[in-house]
């Protein structure tokens, strides 16, 4: 049975711990303040993936959405964890900055050959981002 977030989960751009912490999260098994406190913080996954998933964007875009979901999703994660097992969490500007730089890294891990769908890959993130 194929499940409508497949596509935001497997991919080949996508970094693989990501990827299995985004499928964790649908698959509610993801150790969250939701789960530990009960039903009463539930995300409408339906919603999420219907934004993320919707046409009309270029391929560009849609893997640079679909790399910031599961990035943003990772960093929350450690974020959390972090505060949870004592330590100090970090700022707004780090976190984002971290995950900045865990985009830009792994979209120059990806070497594409000139005329490939995704060489401006860089680029566009870095016009977004900036």
Same mark, same amino acid.
């Given at each position: 049975?194929?499940? &409508?977030?497949? %596509?935001?989960? /497997?991919?080949?751009?996508a970094v693989p711990r990501h990827?299995?912490? #985004?499928?964790?999260?649908?698959?509610?098994?993801?150790? #969250? %303040?939701?789960?530990?406190? +009960?039903?009463? !913080?539930? $995300?409408?996954?339906?919603?999420?993936?219907?934004?993320?998933?919707?046409?009309?964007?270029?391929?560009? =875009?849609s893997v640079l959405m679909r790399?910031?979901?599961?990035?943003?999703?990772? %960093?929350?994660?450690?974020?959390?964890? #972090?505060?949870?097992? +004592?330590? &100090?969490?970090?700022?707004?500007?780090?976190? #984002?900055? &971290?995950? =900045?730089?865990? !985009?830009?890294?792994? !979209?120059? @891990?990806?070497?594409? @050959? $000139? +005329?490939?769908?995704?060489? =401006?890959?860089?680029?566009? /993130?870095?016009?977004?981002?900036?």
């Amino acid at each position: 049975m194929l499940v &409508a977030w497949r %596509a935001l989960v /497997w991919f080949s751009q996508a970094v693989p711990r990501h990827s299995f912490m #985004t499928w964790l999260a649908f698959k509610n098994r993801l150790s #969250t %303040a939701g789960r530990l406190f +009960g039903p009463v !913080i539930t $995300p409408d996954w339906d919603d999420t993936i219907a934004s993320l998933l919707q046409t009309g964007r270029n391929r560009i =875009d849609s893997v640079l959405m679909r790399m910031a979901f599961q990035t943003v999703l990772y %960093a929350i994660w450690r974020e959390r964890n #972090t505060r949870r097992h +004592g330590e &100090a969490g970090i700022t707004v500007e780090k976190f #984002t900055r &971290a995950i =900045d730089k865990q !985009i830009r890294n792994r !979209i120059s @891990s990806l070497r594409y @050959s $000139p +005329g490939h769908p995704l060489e =401006d890959l860089r680029r566009r /993130w870095f016009q977004l981002s900036s």
